[in-house]
């Protein structure tokens, strides 16, 4: 490819710059449920009919009462009339027609009821789904340190705790609202249409009750959001501990762990004690409340019924609405506990959704040509040539890690990074990936910017080998073929040859069908490096990055390797960090990074001879202890 066609385009050097910005962080409880509503979106209107069905269903179950009691009045007046001869009876006739009514009415309550619990749990699972759905995806978009600062196991629990809060919220508590409006608006009509003198009764217990939901609800809404920020810590914890348990009993970190925990947990269990509690003296202290208006009430219709005022049945209807006026302020009082706790689970849902995401990429961004296809402006041929131009680059802006690095790579090379722990081998890989951008100066491939390209076909373009294996719980042949999703059998088994993965695959259980287990505890650490060689080999990528890709095989097995690498590195750019600096003899070119600089570079017998810094490293892993 000739260089003088490798310009930058100017749209994609533009369209970098236009960064999604996040959105402002939920920090009180009525932003935080702005923003969730907000959130729901095309579901609003089905929230609307669930809210008119939930209002229907209530009304006509309000009326129940006031037709009942319609009744009772038929069947004291007949009594009365029999002893008094004035009438014939008890009119069973009426009484039948006024239940067989009262029946359809309570039907067609149940109905609505029916109806909006279907339509409401409808929209909480799907809700739910777009939520872990966009959670998933944020995931993907989130830079690299956002994952250094954050415990896997926080992020787990906004995942599953915090969403499964606010689902239920949605399916139960929602309707529970409009219902409990709706009951006590409906309910105080009708109180009123019987007796106002017994309503102002009734209704004197209002401030009282708010007096003590008010202070209770301040009470309470800092313990939820205390419970739900410490289950993120006790999860990020038990994830971490149960994560690396091996190395936590090899350095009898047992004791500690247990410390830290307990710590963690007493404070959970004090949040959550005092929330839970502070929920639970609702309901009596409400009820207290409520049985001194109820027993007012009570003594002022038996008044009101002696003197001929209101019919006994009115005296039945209004008794009930007494006892079903005091439900809903009940039920909204437990409701606001939940919401308050809802409110904390959907700040730290929000919270992540809103974080910074990575550099959005141009849709004028470079794609790599894949095709037979002739080279256009933004789809380009690769070789694998690269260059570092004053790289500049620290994890935190006062901690320079990275200082003006620079350095020109050909195709096909074989290049070994070395220097002392700390001084910047692994910290160069991860931009040359695009984990991290540089602060200053630029990577390049074939000319071509790296954040000029897709995040993703810039990738493609990497082969990686770690020390630290990664392995996932499915077959050994899922795992292999996760370098090349549409490999066929042959070139799998083809890979796993050349990694001399073959031979000890067809001795284990199943062969390339074996499970391996969550862990991978189920094969040697050696065998899983394989495995990583394996899935590399398959990718067949234009650039290596082997970060001391032998270090967890035995001699004999690294001999074997080290010829498949060698085979698999031909014609490709590979860049080794290398430990054991025995293994990059034959590396084309040496770089001896020191603090973030290139200190020395050359063959090995070049750097040997000069006698510096290399020489003194290399010597220094075959002095007698």
């Known amino acids: 490819m000739n260089n003088n066609h490798r310009t930058k385009p100017k749209a994609a050097m533009g369209g970098r710059m236009a960064g999604m910005m996040a959105g402002d962080r939920a920090k009180d409880f009525k932003g935080t449920f702005r923003q969730f509503v907000g959130y729901m979106g095309s579901y609003k209107f089905s929230v609307l009919i ?15 009462p006031k037709i009942l009691g319609n009744a009772t009045t038929v069947l004291a007046e007949g009594i009365m009339g029999m002893y008094t001869g004035s009438s014939d009876g008890i009119d069973f006739a009426a009484i039948g027609e006024i239940l067989l009514f009262l029946a359809g009415l309570y039907v067609v309550s149940s109905f609505f009821s029916l109806m909006q619990g279907f339509i409401m749990t409808n929209i909480s699972v799907k809700l739910t789904y777009r939520m872990r759905k966009d959670i998933s995806e944020k995931l993907n978009r989130l830079p690299l340190s956002y994952f250094d600062k954050n415990p896997n196991g926080e992020i787990l629990s906004r995942v599953t705790n915090d969403i499964d809060t606010l689902s239920q919220t949605l399916n139960q ?6 219902t409990s409006v709706t009951q006590l ?4 009509a009708m109180m009123i249409s019987i007796s106002w003198q017994m309503t102002l009764i009734a209704v004197a217990i209002l401030p009282v009750s708010l007096i003590f939901v008010v202070f209770i609800v301040k009470k309470s809404q800092r313990q939820f959001t205390a419970q739900q920020e410490y289950i993120g810590k006790v999860n990020g914890h038990i994830e971490e501990m149960y ?14 762990s247990v410390k830290m925990f307990t710590e963690l947990n007493d404070k959970l269990y004090s949040s959550a004690w005092k929330s839970q509690f502070l929920s639970g003296v609702m309901m009596p202290v409400m009820t207290f409340v409520t049985n001194l208006g109820y027993a007012a009430v009570c003594v002022l219709g038996g008044f009101f019924a002696s003197s001929g005022v209101i019919t006994v049945g009115d005296i039945q209807a209004f008794i009930q609405y007494v006892r079903q006026f005091t439900q809903p302020i009940t039920q909204v009082a437990n409701i606001t506990n939940i919401l308050q706790q809802t409110a904390a689970a959907a700040e730290r849902v929000f919270e992540f959704l809103n974080e910074d995401e990575e550099v959005p990429e141009s849709e004028f961004a470079i794609t790599v040509n894949t095709t037979d296809e002739p080279d256009t402006e933004l789809n380009v041929h690769l070789d694998g040539s690269v260059q570092f131009a004053h790289v500049h680059f620290g994890y935190n802006d006062d901690k320079i890690v990275i200082n003006d690095f620079s350095a020109d790579i050909a195709p ?30 630029a990577i390049l491939i074939d000319g071509y910017d790296i954040k000029d390209f897709r995040r993703k076909d810039l ?3 990497f082969g990686m080998v770690l020390q630290d294996t990664w392995l996932f719980s499915g077959t050994i042949r899922d795992n292999i073929k996760y370098g090349k999703q549409d490999a066929t059998e042959e070139e799998i088994l083809s890979a796993a040859r050349a990694a001399q993965v073959d031979n000890f695959v067809r001795t284990l259980p199943n062969g390339y069908d074996m499970i391996l287990n969550e862990e991978t505890s189920n094969i040697s650490q050696g065998q899983k490096q394989l495995l990583t060689i394996a899935r590399a080999i398959l990718a067949d990528p234009k650039i290596l990055i082997l970060d001391e890709a032998t270090s ?20 490709r750019t590979s860049f080794i960090i290398a430990h054991r600096l025995s293994t990059i003899k034959n590396a084309d070119r040496i770089l001896v990074l020191n603090n973030g600089d290139i200190i020395e570079q050359g063959n ?22």
Do not use: W
């Not at 669930?50 to 129940?64: E, N, P, Q």
């Open 412 to 441: 096909g090379s074989k290049i070994a990074i070395v220097g002392p722990t700390g001084a910047g081998k692994t910290t160069i890989i991860k931009l040359l990936m695009r984990f991290y951008d540089v602060q200053s100066g």
């Open 459 to 461: 990738r493609s373009l």
């Open 173 to 178: 508590s929602l309707t529970q609202i409009v």
């Open 604 to 625: 090995h017998d070049e750097l040997m001879a000069k006698g510096g810094f290399y020489e003194k490293l290399y010597n220094s892993q075959f002095e007698a202890v």
């Open 50 to 64: 669930v809210m008119a069905f939930a209002v229907c269903s209530t009304v006509f179950m309000i009326i129940g």
């Open 552 to 571: 967890s095989v035995d001699t004999r097995t690294e001999v074997m390797i080290q010829k498949a690498m060698d085979n698999l590195m031909h014609g």
């Open 185 to 188: 608006i409906g309910i105080l």
């Open 243 to 256: 994560g690396g348990h091996q190395v936590m009993k090899a350095f009898n970190g047992e004791e500690k």
